[in-house]
């Protein structure tokens, strides 16, 4: 499986371009089905399995560490994140020193994986200095407890100012982010958090120039292009972040189109569309079905032309 590099100098992770999320893992009704998506996963070339703190009500970490631990822990990476506010509170990251050190403890203890290959902030709080902020993520690498630093939901001219001061004192910068990015156009606002950050031009444009990797979540659309295609049913969220822009439905069809040309699953499309770009780009994502997990790892090798990426946007015709 095709890799996206992520590094900051002291450690250097290889991380396939399909990232696995929880994929109900805690759930014990969905455990049996996410075993064989993280087996199958790991048979065709995958390595990378992300979680978070607050996933899964708490337990996804000890449920996917359970799995893991079946595992050579050179065999995978494991990213997981820290740092979120608390639901029902004020919309701002938990990030103290106490809360981002007390979270990541938790989260090793949980895994049992000794350390995170990726430890994301889960959110940001724009009111708190990044000075304050880096010194103890730093202590986190330096202490053999992550390997990687990546901000997840945080806009790239906080990352760029975190970064900054980082290398201005010697200490770990941020190597990768997790934003909201996919072949959809939506907005923080349509999602109902407005602590979530999406793909934009702007975003795009910072990333792109600094050539600065990404995992995107939602990196399918939660569905929305696949059974827009061929008329099923949407799922409630993925309507509310996509259905209300008429948009949407046309890059649906421009992906139904080239799926058809390439003779590949409308999902190996949309998932292509963000790993084949100019952005350095991995795609998050999970199943609810054996079938949906084979047509998503079609997308494994397919790498989009740049024209393909443009008519996915409505510029120009299909090519071939």
């Known amino acids: 499986m095709k890799t996206v590099t992520v590094s900051n100098g002291r450690h250097t992770l290889r991380m396939a371009r399909i990232v696995v999320g929880d994929n109900g893992v805690s759930d014990p009704a969905r455990q049996k089905f996410a075993h064989w998506c993280f087996d199958r996963y790991l048979e065709l070339g995958g390595n990378c399995f992300d979680t978070a703190r607050i996933y899964g009500g708490g337990r ?17 990476l494991v990213s997981t994140k820290c740092g979120h506010h608390d639901c029902g509170k004020p ?3 938990r990030l103290s020193r106490e809360e981002i050190l007390s979270d990541a403890d938790q989260s090793l203890r949980a895994l049992g994986c000794g350390y995170a290959d990726i430890l994301f902030l889960h ?43 980082a290398e201005k004192n010697g200490l770990t910068p941020f190597s990768v982010s997790q934003i909201l990015y996919n072949l959809g156009l939506t907005t923080a606002a349509q999602t109902g958090d407005l602590t979530h950050v999406v793909m934009d031009g702007a975003e795009h444009s910072w990333y792109e120039e600094n050539r600065f990797p990404v995992m995107a979540w939602t990196s399918t659309g939660k569905g929305f292009f696949a059974k827009t295609a061929v008329g099923l049913p949407m799922d409630p969220q993925a309507d509310r972040y996509y259905g209300w822009l008429p948009e949407n439905y046309r890059r649906a069809e421009r992906a139904k189109a080239l799926a058809e040309r390439l003779g590949v699953p409308v999902s ?5 569309y963000v790993t084949s770009g100019p952005v350095p780009c991995a795609g998050v994502t999970a199943f609810s079905t054996e079938e949906q997990f084979t047509e998503t790892m079609r997308a494994a090798e397919l790498t989009l032309t740049q024209a393909q990426r443009e008519y996915l946007e409505g510029k120009g015709e299909c090519p071939v």
């Open 123 to 165: 959110r940001d709080d724009i009111y708190k200095p990044v000075e304050e902020i880096m010194p103890v993520l730093h202590e986190l690498v330096t202490a053999g407890k992550a390997r990687v630093l990546g901000a997840s939901n945080w806009t790239a001219g906080r990352i760029a100012a975190a970064n900054e001061f």
């Open 60 to 76: 996804s970490e000890a449920a996917l560490g359970a799995y893991l631990a079946k595992k050579p822990r050179d065999s995978y």
């Open 91 to 93: 919309p701002l990251g």
């Open 268 to 272: 190996a499309v949309a998932l292509s």
